[in-house]
T-cell receptor, first 114, second 115 residues
Framework: NAGVMQNPRHLVRRRGQEARLRCSPM?????VYWYRQLPEEGLKFMVY????????ESGMPKERFSAEFPKEGPSILRIQQVVRGDSAAYFC????????????FGAGTRLSVL | AQSVTQPDIHITVSEGASLELRCNYS??????LFWYVQSPGQGLQLLLK??????LVQGIKGFEAEFKRSQSSFNLRKPSVHWSDAAEYFC?????????????FGSGTRLQVQP
C-alpha cells in the first residue's frame, strides 16, 4: 500500500531552466495538494487539484508556476525559468473524496537552483 | 483568513521527561486541527487530528492533544519523550465551514532530546 510518491527527491537546476516535479497520490485518493517549504519555515499552500481540474490555486505565484493533474498519470508541478528564490522543498499531499480533509504527505522534492 | 502560531521555535527536553508543544490558532469557527511531525529530510507524518467531539484526541507514538476553544489552542503532549521523538513538529488548521481544503501551517517547533 504505497503512500504518496514524489520524484525526484532532489533536483538541481541552473537559473533559467525548467523544473518538473511529479506526484502520485495514494491509491484511492483523487485530491492532490502542493505545498512549498522555504528553509526554516512552515509549509505554504500552493495549489489544490482534482483529476483534470485546478480547484484552488490561490497560493500559486502568478508567473512561471503551473500545475496539472491529468486523467492518467501523476500530478506535475512545473516551474519555468527558475530563479534562486525557488530553492525550497516542495511537498505533495493527497486526500480522499470524503468529507474529512485528511492530507497525507509525500517525502518531498528538494529543489536547488544554482 | 486563519493563522497558526507556534510560539516555541526550539525546545530541548531530557529523555523520559514530559513534553508540551504549544499551538494557537485564529479562525472564526471551530477549525479542523492537525499535528504533523517531520524528521530531517523527510516528509510530514500525521500524528493526530481533531474534527469534532471529544476535545482530547489520541494519536500515534503516544502523543495526545487537547482542543481548548476558549484559548484557541491545540497543544500537543507526551508524558515521556523518547530520543526518537527528536524532529520538527507542525500544527495545522483547516477550514471547517467554507469547503476550502488548503491547510495553514505554523512555522514549526524543533524538538531536541537530551540523553
Amino acid at each position: 500500500n504505497a503512500g504518496v510518491m514524489q520524484n525526484p527527491r532532489h533536483l538541481v537546476r541552473r537559473r533559467g531552466q525548467e523544473a518538473r516535479l511529479r506526484c502520485s497520490p495514494m491509491k484511492g485518493h483523487s485530491h492532490v495538494y502542493w505545498y512549498r517549504q522555504l528553509p526554516e519555515e512552515g509549509l505554504k499552500f500552493m495549489v489544490y487539484l482534482q483529476k483534470e481540474n485546478i480547484i484552488d490555486e490561490s497560493g500559486m505565484p502568478k508567473e512561471r508556476f503551473s500545475a496539472e493533474f491529468p486523467k492518467e498519470g501523476p500530478s506535475i508541478l512545473r516551474i519555468q525559468q527558475v530563479v534562486r528564490g525557488d530553492s525550497a522543498a516542495y511537498f505533495c499531499a493527497s486526500s480522499s473524496t470524503g468529507g474529512e480533509n485528511i492530507q497525507y504527505f509525500g517525502a518531498g522534492t528538494r529543489l536547488s537552483v544554482l | 483568513a486563519q493563522s497558526v502560531t507556534q510560539p516555541d521555535i526550539h525546545i530541548t527536553v531530557s529523555e523520559g521527561a514530559s513534553l508540551e508543544l504549544r499551538c494557537n490558532y485564529s479562525y472564526g469557527a471551530t477549525p479542523y486541527l492537525f499535528w504533523y511531525v517531520q524528521s530531517p529530510g523527510q516528509g510530514l507524518q500525521l500524528l493526530l487530528k481533531y474534527f469534532s467531539g471529544d476535545t482530547l484526541v489520541q494519536g500515534i507514538k503516544g502523543f495526545e492533544a487537547e482542543f481548548k476553544r476558549s484559548q484557541s489552542s491545540f497543544n500537543l503532549r507526551k508524558p515521556s519523550v523518547h530520543w526518537s521523538d527528536a524532529a520538527e513538529y507542525f500544527c495545522a488548521v483547516g477550514e471547517s465551514d467554507t469547503g476550502r481544503r488548503a491547510l495553514t501551517f505554523g512555522s514549526g517547533t524543533r524538538l531536541q532530546v537530551q540523553p
